[in-house]
Nanobody, 115 residues
Framework: QVQLVESGGGLVQAGGSLRLSCAAS????????MGWHRQAPGKQRELVAS???????NYAESVKGRFTISRDNAKNTVYLQMNSLEPEDTAVYYC?????????WGQGTQVTVSS
């Protein structure tokens, strides 16, 4: 089993920044890719960004140039630096960890961007 604990969400004004963290524990050696997804009210959960164990990143078009995902394998933690936040970024953000056989999710952290 892998446990994921997110932190760093909150309320911010448009144009502001937040940094999300996700700490993994448990069978961490089994984790391959890690990433962030988000779900806004009435919408499907969508990929925000992902990073492989080797550091290869992938971003949703809507966040490219504004968000940066990074991973510290020594600390078993993945980060999401979010800059130039927009009201459309308001959502619950979920950390995700993939192993060869299954996917684990965090409990989610709320990000609210006011206009």
């Amino acid at each position: 089993q892998v446990q994921l604990v997110e932190s760093g969400g909150g309320l911010v004004q448009a144009g502001g920044s937040l940094r999300l963290s996700c700490a993994a524990s448990g069978r961490i050696f089994s984790i391959r890719d890690m990433g962030w997804h988000r779900q806004a009210p009435g919408k499907q959960r969508e990929l925000v960004a992902s990073v492989t164990r080797g550091g290869i990143t992938n971003y949703a078009e809507s966040v490219k140039g504004r968000f940066t995902i990074s991973r510290d394998n020594a600390k078993n933690t993945v980060y999401l630096q979010m800059n130039s936040l927009e009201p459309e970024d308001t959502a619950v953000y979920y950390c995700k960890a993939d192993t060869l056989v299954t996917t684990y999710w965090g409990q989610g952290t709320q990000v609210t961007v006011s206009s």
